[in-house]
């Protein structure tokens, strides 16, 4: 999933749990942390994963998917409880809407192809196949993998709220309306959509008032950006964040 996503920014912050990006601003270049992880779990984002090292902003990606039963909310009401109880960072959370079934199934599939057709591995498991049995079957296994890819890859782009459309992967029921949440309610953002143009295509933007909280641009994940909301505006207002139905 981590691989996915990173595809989808154009591999601009990896494909680890934890790293950082690079990003020029006003004629610096500032860094920027970034984590992937399971915002409801402060066992795997602890609190104190939240805040933000000084005049270095983080950004958190959280997975389309949780346990059985779990939802978007559940992330939402971790990151209250976390606000009530802590002085602000300057920390942005993506949230993104969950995988369905059908969409987890596909992850599934997709991630057993990856391992599968890996050399060593495709190598094992067709060691009683023929020469020509594993000449024919490694295109076919490649294919089904790519076709899952793209497929994944337009549900990443749906579930994280840079295409505003239904996706046949991704939850409808529990979706969220807003993906972006700021740990410092000075600053909150909201995402908005621009006019689209050469030098925007398939861009996105985080933009935040913060001086400590530069513009983040990275290519190649849609033309969907965040920009900072009028001063005062809450964005953890659970009302019309979750999409019922």
């Given at each position: 999933m981590r691989k996915l996503i990173s595809d989808a920014l154009d591999g601009r912050i990896g494909d680890d749990l934890r790293g950082s990006l690079d990003h020029e601003w006003r004629g610096s270049v500032r860094p920027v942390d970034v984590v992937f992880g399971n915002i409801r779990d402060d066992g795997e984002i602890s609190d104190s994963a939240l805040v933000a090292s000084p005049d270095r902003p983080k950004i958190?990606?959280?997975?389309?998917?949780?346990?059985?039963?779990?939802?978007?909310?559940?992330?939402?009401?971790?990151?209250?409880?976390?606000?009530?109880?802590?002085?602000?960072?300057?920390?942005i959370c993506w949230l993104p809407s969950f995988l369905n079934t059908d969409g987890l199934h596909a992850l599934g599939r997709f991630v057993a192809l990856e391992e599968l057709l890996k050399p060593d591995r495709f190598d094992k498991y067709t060691?009683?196949?023929?020469?020509?049995?594993?000449?024919?079957?490694?295109?076919?296994?490649?294919g089904m993998r790519k076709q899952l890819a793209e497929q994944l890859s337009e549900a990443v782009l749906v579930a994280y709220g840079v295409v505003s459309k239904s996706h046949?992967?991704?939850?409808?029921?529990?979706?969220?309306?807003?993906?972006?949440?700021?740990?410092?309610?000075?600053?909150?953002?909201?995402?908005t959509t621009h006019p689209p143009s050469p030098e925007r295509s398939g861009s996105f933007a985080i933009r935040c008032s913060a001086p400590s909280i530069p513009a983040i641009r990275s290519s190649r994940l849609g033309s969907r950006s965040a920009t900072v909301a009028p001063s005062g505006t809450r964005s953890s207002e659970r009302s019309r964040r979750i999409r019922h139905g």
């Open positions: 958190i990606i959280d997975f389309p998917f949780d346990d059985t039963g779990r939802s978007p909310e559940d992330d939402l009401e971790r990151l209250d409880s976390w606000s009530q109880a802590h002085q602000p960072s300057t920390t060691e009683r196949l023929s020469v020509n049995e594993k000449a024919q079957a490694r295109p076919l296994l490649e046949h992967l991704v939850d409808s029921v529990h979706s969220l309306t807003d993906h972006y949440r700021s740990l410092d309610p000075s600053v909150p953002i909201r995402p």
